[in-house]
């Protein structure tokens, strides 16, 4: 039995909580999949898995052997990582995140332009708006827009992210321009289900407000709005690197353009420094260089 895939089976089934999930992840049979937990149970001499017919959970024997497994599979990553940095070839596997709407803006050209220079290289990108825990998920680097990032983290700033308001000519056209911030509060506004829904922050100068916004749509996600927005729905904040192409096109315009809102940072995040592989390291310096000029 190859235990190593043995374990990465077992590994995606505990997080899928399916088999049928896991087969189709990994491109193998159904039954394939259920040889190898099988396989793995009788070597530990354990059962890893309760299985019914809607759920697959862990035993408190599988709950030790996961957390097991997880640290084996990403040793085995570094250990294939850092032979090929001697061989000067990177080769493995990079498994990062990052917010859907920097995902479809940059993060998928980036991929593929860093891949075509390593091509022995495979890379997994999981576009997510939820945080995830790094180790558990066997994520190699995180790229987050925040203005605080984690600090259990080990963070490298890669670019700035600004951001700006924006609506479609139509919407203004039909509610006209507002004139000042506190005018925000009779407009249809489109905001982030899990920050700045009611509340948003601008600054002209040494000026700053506070301004109560009544938000008729929101999404946790940041294309949704753009997208509401693209169809008149109202005003949104977006970052520039997805509005400003609308804003080339004259698809939207600027509102409010003489206030500024808060600025955060797009980072790079990984657990250590200790264990960060030659793959991550040449995929964040390669990310540095890229964004130095912003190209949104």
């Known amino acids: 039995m190859d235990r190593l895939t043995a374990m990465q089976v077992f590994v995606e089934v505990a997080a899928s909580g399916s088999f049928s999930a896991t087969a ?30 809607r759920s697959v959970t862990l035993t408190d024997a599988g709950e030790a052997c996961l957390h097991r497994c997880q640290q084996m599979l990403v040793l085995m990553d570094h250990v294939e990582e850092e032979t090929s940095y001697h061989r000067e070839v990177l080769r493995g596997q990079l498994r990062i995140t990052c917010s859907m709407s920097l995902a479809y803006a940059q993060m998928a050209a980036a991929v593929v332009d860093f891949l075509q220079q390593h091509p022995q290289l ?114 949104a904040l977006q970052p520039t690197y997805l509005a400003n192409p609308h804003l080339r096109d004259g698809s939207l315009q600027v509102v409010l353009p003489d206030w500024k809102v808060p600025d955060m940072s797009i980072y790079a995040l990984y657990p250590s420094r200790k264990h960060l592989s030659p793959a991550v390291r040449a ?12 190209p949104w």
């Open 24 to 53: 189709d992840k990994l491109e193998m049979s159904r039954a394939m999949v259920t040889r190898y937990v099988g396989e793995l149970e009788q070597w530990l001499g354990a059962r890893l898995l309760q299985r019914t017919t």
């Open 283 to 294: 995929l964040v310096d390669f990310l540095v260089q890229r964004f130095v000029k912003q």
């Open 122 to 235: 495979k890379i997994d990108l999981n576009a997510s708006e939820g945080t995830l825990n790094l180790v558990e998920a066997r994520i190699d680097l995180a790229i987050r827009i925040s203005a605080e990032p984690d600090p259990m983290l080990i963070g490298r700033v890669l670019a700035p992210c600004a951001s700006v308001l924006v609506a479609s000519p139509a919407y203004l056209a039909e509610r006209g321009q507002p004139q000042a911030p506190s005018e925000l509060s009779t407009h249809r506004c489109l905001s982030y289900a899990h920050f700045g829904k009611t509340v948003w922050r601008l600054s002209k100068g040494e000026e700053q407000t506070h301004v109560s916004v009544t938000s008729h749509f929101s999404a946790n996600e940041a294309t949704a709005l753009l997208r509401a927005a693209l169809a008149g729905g109202g005003i």
